[in-house]
Each structure stands twice: as C-alpha cells, then as structure tokens.
Nanobody, 127 residues
C-alpha cells in the first residue's frame, strides 16, 4: 500500500504559477504510476496528468497540455505538478492517485484504475 499527501495549493491570480507536491509513504513508491486529477464544485472529476513509475513517460489532459508539467523524484517519494499560466477554470481540489498497472492506453487517465488516493489540496485562481 501507499499513502499519499498533497500540498502546495492556495489562492493565486490568473497567469500565476504554482507547484503542487504529492508525498508518498511506503517503500514501494517507485512501483506505482502516479496521476493528478481535479474536481471543481458541481463538476465531474477530471484527469490532469500522469507519470510512469520511472518518470520516463507522461500523459496530459487536453485542458492543461502545454501549461502543466508532471515530474517525480523517486528518491524523495514525491511527485510534482508545476502549473503555469493558471486560469480561473483551473480552480478545483487537486488529488494525486497511485496505481500499479501498465502505463499505456486508458490506464493512464481513467480514475478507476488508480487504487490509492490522497485527500486533496485546494487551488483557487482569481481573475
């Protein structure tokens, strides 16, 4: 098992940048692919980005492609989400999730494939 804790959220202005962190406990962190999802009030959960076990492969949702970057440091058991050019529509609770599946196809972005979830961190972007 792995426990996940998100941090780094806050209130920012449009066009600002922010870095979220997802810290994991457990010695098997490098066995898991990690993803970020987000959920805004009244909306369905949305896939943001995912990264493979080694960090060698990444995948992004269309709404954040080119603005967000996902990375990981397995030595620190941490995954990062760097967010640039933030927009009010990026306002949501951001969750990280872990899953042990092959990093391919829909496994990369379907929430149901991820077994472990953090509690979330709020990101609010004002216009």
């Amino acid at each position: 098992q792995v426990q996940l804790v998100e941090s780094g959220g806050g209130l920012v202005q449009a066009e600002d940048s922010l870095r979220l962190s997802c810290a994991a406990s457990g010695r098997t962190f490098s066995s898991y692919n990690i993803a970020w999802f987000r959920q805004a009030p009244g909306k369905e959960r949305e896939f943001v980005a995912s990264i493979s076990r080694s960090g060698g492969s990444t995948y992004y949702g269309d709404s954040v492609k080119g603005r967000f970057t996902i990375s990981r440091d397995n030595a620190k058991n941490t995954v990062y989400l760097r967010m640039y050019s933030l927009k009010p529509e990026d306002t949501a609770v951001y969750y990280c999730a872990a899953g042990p599946f092959p990093f391919s196809g829909s496994y990369r972005y379907r929430a149901g494939h991820y077994d472990f979830w953090g509690q979330g961190t709020q990101v609010t972007v004002s216009s």
